[in-house]
């Protein structure tokens, strides 16, 4: 895997994309100290998962993210990215595949919040994957492929141990070591899970036992159940059946009135339709009328317009007639004008023959143009010689003025600087004095600065403590409502069980039917069953329902009155056949204190145990029959212990009139001067209305308390709510606060931010004055210098300049004699050329005028020309203007025909308009009509409609209720059965979202049971009530059920099979995860043995090469089976030395004897990369020449990538790379390839 490309960005000092490009062979990275070259080690070392900060040079892993610079800001993140070849064709992971590119490019990317992202070829991975795919090939972050600075000498000091992991990483056995930390690892969760699965099964085996009892409880409650399913659809599916067939009944009356509204609504529409036609056909024919009107009086128009088209056509042949006219007489003038043209071109034809023939010859012009040369000559000889002196004293004036000017400048210089100097004194002293009150502001601005962050330290410290008051004053309000619904849960149960029981009481079940027909007459009001009043302590229920028996269905009467009255009852016809059994009260025979303790002495409490009266026990709700109540209890008493053998052995004048055993399985009564024993049976009559009346009683008590409690947690509740509420408002305005105070907070810290800028800004600004005025100083000094030395060539220049002026000023007067000559010469040259010239200046202007007779002659054929064509169009014009006003007067005649026409049509339109608007007036008023007889079916149709509306509520209600507890449609079953369409199911109320819930994936429909519906008689449904009221009651005694207990049986079940299954397979991982680490250890120990001899045996080569002599070896030390022991050792001598110690090496030797390790290891596994960052600083001349021939040879198989400062170093390299800072702070690359 040979590295590429170096990509960073934000990581240290590489502020911006720094790309670093490693070729094949050595690339070398240089530059001066401080400048990042180690940051490109470092960025290596991240980049393959480096997690020590400490390793990168930092104290957090924050550190590698740009700081900041004095022009720049931080950045907000780090990412450096390597591209590297995979020519081995090696596999990685990317994602869930294994694949095997041809380029691996792993990214790593830290944010300043912590977060990291790493990928493998631009898909997000683990830091596990990257860290695999450079084991076992002696390249990564913690190899002996990268040697960062300063550890080349740590590498000969490291512990044995530490030097150990070198060999292991060339042996391969670094993803075995690994493997076997993750499988020890593994086996210390699976220990751990298998001590949790024992706790679990132990615990989920206390439960099964009591879970059955439960369970077997809630199958029995889920027959009950099913009966009472069973009865209520029975009944409630009648009463859908009779829902349905009413609304059916009145929706065809409302689908009637409808029908008879659409009827009439129809006819209206229809006639609103014809008016609508008749109104459009209004405004169309309105429309036609305007628009033949308007057709009317534009065909009007335009038959006036064409008339006078006609006029202005006639007048306009009248004035080209005139045009031709004066075009016929430019003509004649023309033709005139060019035969006066011809006559004067001969004349001047004449003349120029004349004057040609008096021209003369020209060879004395010759002989005096020789003769002005000669003195022209001479004159310009006399005049190089002046020009010459006037360029001596131009250039001399030059440089006078040059200097005079330079002069000029410096002294002016010099004021400027003067000038200045005082100006940046006084501005350094303004800056100072700014700088120390801005210094002064900042001071006071930072103390209040930090009151404010104490502030809102504290603010947030509040806002956290409000947040956790807020949840736990939540957690208490969830708690007491949680309560409250418990506590709503159990009054709703006590109410259905109370119900229930007063149901079962109410239906008067097992009682006699003279009794329950006597209850359920409209006398019954005025009397009572003996067992429906009474109750008692729990405990003696069984005794008072056995002593009692069948006197619990006697009818109780108040006086001898209602005796009559019942007499007469059961002689009616109707009631003679059923029987009843009534008491009436006469004296009381309640046994006084005295008998009963007479009666406690007859009873040995080691035989009978205590003895109750049974009047003392039984409590009743009614106070007007308790006389009569007395009476029938008196005498009767209840024992602890009552056996056959005790009774036999009771006094036969003993006075009672019943003795019954508290468990009630025996009973003693007198009976005609002698005794009764009774052993009643569990299916005695009456049984257990004593036991049900008890029953009611506790229950109205709990339903009290419970009423109570609940009405004591609202309260709770209520107050909970209001401080809840309380703390939250105390929470959002500290909330607020914090806000406003952050927000100051941020707004005071920016104001000192740029105050401190300002005062940096300031500072900088003083340093640049002092040092321009240092500046200003060498200037001037500088320039007085310059001053001094202008001055003296100025005065030299001077002297120069007179005596050059003077030699001019001699030429000058031989120049003007010279030039005299000439001028006299060239005057009479001149005078005879000009003779010359003036003959030659005649013949041209004799040639002009011909030419513009000529040019004139040509103008005038033209414009001959011209006038013929214009005379022909106009005349052609003329013609068919004339053409053009008969064809005009034509049409105009036809215009005034259609005229006429259009006339007699716009009278046929606006009578037609007439009928139309009658035909209108007579549907109005029907519509009239029509509309006052819809307003009387849709009051009728809403009165059907409203009743409908009830009877969908009702069959809404219904549907509803049956499909919330059993999941049945109601409604679809019956509408099947009705033979009903969807149309008409439509028209009921909609319960679209009964019939669907929210799932995973949204709102999910809900499958309803299948029922079967059969109509049954009206005293069938009745019979079906009573049954729905009796299965109700029996449930009603079983009082409360887990109903989760059969699956939860069932669950705790399975769950203990499988905790058993899991148990076992854990203890099979724990074989397994043992047996691999064994083989594990077994392969290397083989593959560091094998490895550790090969190293060795390169060292021991290498070392004499790189010392030029000498010997060194490698040491195992410690035992091998042991790793935190285990460890290898260096024994090196350089040449001429014996060292006892390596630590007494220089540092050189230390470095040399490393580097001898190092080139050791890559002879015996070359790595495809390898990274020296200034691994030859310790190393002299001669030693580096030996470094540098290694190396060369080495990078046949490996590439290497070295940070040095050595020069013999640098001229090994292939390529080279200058990391420099050209802003401080920043560090860039720049390549230069040298090979």
Known sequence: MRLKKLIAQGFKSFKDRTVVTFDHGITGIVGPNGCGKSNIVDALFWVMGEQSAKHLRGNSMRDVIFAGASKYSPAPWAEVTLLMENSDGKHIHIGNKVVSPSEIQISRKLYRNGESEYRINGAQCRLKDIQEIFMDTGAGAKSYSIIAQGEIERLVQAKPQERRVMIEEVAGITKFKARKRESLRKMEQTASNLSRLSDLQQEVEKNLKTLELQAQKARRGRKLKERIQRYQLIVSSDQEAKLLKQFDHHQQEVEYLTDTLQQERSEKDRLELDLATERVSRDEQTEQLDLEQKRYNQRSTEHATTAERINAKSKMGESKDEQIDVRQKELKESQEELGSRQIRKNQIVEQRVQLVASATSADDLVQEREHCQKLKEQSEQKEQRVRSLREQIEQLTRQFTTHDSELFKVTNRLNELASSLQDSNQEREDLEREFAGLTAKISGEQSALVDLEQMV?????????????????????????????????????????????????????????????????????????????????????????????????????????????????????????????????????????????????????????????????IQSGEKDFTSSINTLLADSYIVTNLSLEAVDKLPKTLHFNSIVSLDGSVVVSRERGGRIVTLPSKSSAAPGVVDRNNRIVQLQQELERVTIEIDQLEVSLNSAIKERDGVRHRYQQTKEELVRQQALLSAKRSLQDSQQEASEVNERRLKMLRSRSEDISVERLSNLELEERLTTETKRFKVELDQIQDELTLGQVELDQEQASYRKSHEELLAHEIEAQSFQERLNSLDGQIGDIDQQIEVYCKRMESNQETIGKLQDEVAQGAQEITSMEGANRELAVHLQQEESALQQSTDKLSTLLISMQEREERVKKLSEQIAKNESKNATSEVKLGHIKEDEERLTRDVFEKYRINLRNTLATHLKWDQAMLIQLN????????????????????????????????????????????????????????????????????????????????????????????????????????????????????????????????????????????????????????INLMSGGEKAMTAVSLIFSIFLVKPSPFCLLDEVDAPLDDANIGRFTELLREMSSKSQFIVITHNKKTMELNDTLYGITMQDPGISKAISIQLQ
């Open 990 to 1141: 909609c319960l679209e979202s009964l019939f669907l819930q929210e799932g995973a994936e949204g709102q999910v429909a809900i499958d309803p049971a299948e029922f079967d519906f059969t109509e049954r008689q009206p005293h069938e449904v009745k019979k079906y009530q009573g049954k729905l009221s009796s299965a109700r009651s029996e449930f009603g005694q079983l009082g409360e059920i887990n109903w989760q207990a059969i699956e939860e049986y069932d669950r705790q079940q399975l769950r203990h099979k499988f905790l058993k299954d899991q148990e076992d397979e854990l203890k099979a991982s724990l074989a397994d995860l043992r047996q691999a680490i064994d083989h594990i250890d077994q392969k290397s120990h083989q593959r560091f043995l094998q490895a550790f001899a090969e190293v060795n045996t390169r060292f021991e080569k290498v070392f004499p090469v790189i010392f030029g002599g000498g010997q060194g070896r490698l040491d195992m030390v410690g035992n091998i089976e042991q790793d935190d022991e285990f460890g290898v050792d260096i024994i090196a001598s350089p040449p001429g030395k014996k060292m006892q110690n």
């Open 457 to 617: 330290e504290k603010l947030q410290s509040c806002q956290q403590e409000q947040s956790v008051l807020v949840e736990q004053r939540d957690g208490e309000a969830r708690s007491v409502k949680e309560q409250l619904q418990q506590l709503r849960e159990v009054l709703m149960r006590k109410e259905s069980q109370l119900t229930s029981l007063k149901e079962l009481a109410d239906s008067l079940d097992g009682v006699q039917e003279g009794a329950a027909a006597l209850i359920r007459s409209q006398h019954g009001k005025k009397y009572e069953l003996l067992g429906s009043m009474l109750n008692c302590d729990a405990r003696f229920t069984a005794a008072v329902e056995a002593s009692l028996g069948h006197l619990l269905e006697l009818v109780i009467l108040r006086d001898g009155d209602q005796a009559t009255q019942l007499y007469d009852w059961c002689n009616n016809t109707e009631n003679r056949v059923l029987g009843l059994d009534y008491f009436v009260s006469g004296e009381s025979s309640v046994s006084s204190n005295e008998s009963f303790e007479r009666l406690k002495l007859a009873f040995p409490p080691e035989e009978f145990g205590e003895i109750y009266s049974l009047a003392d026990l």
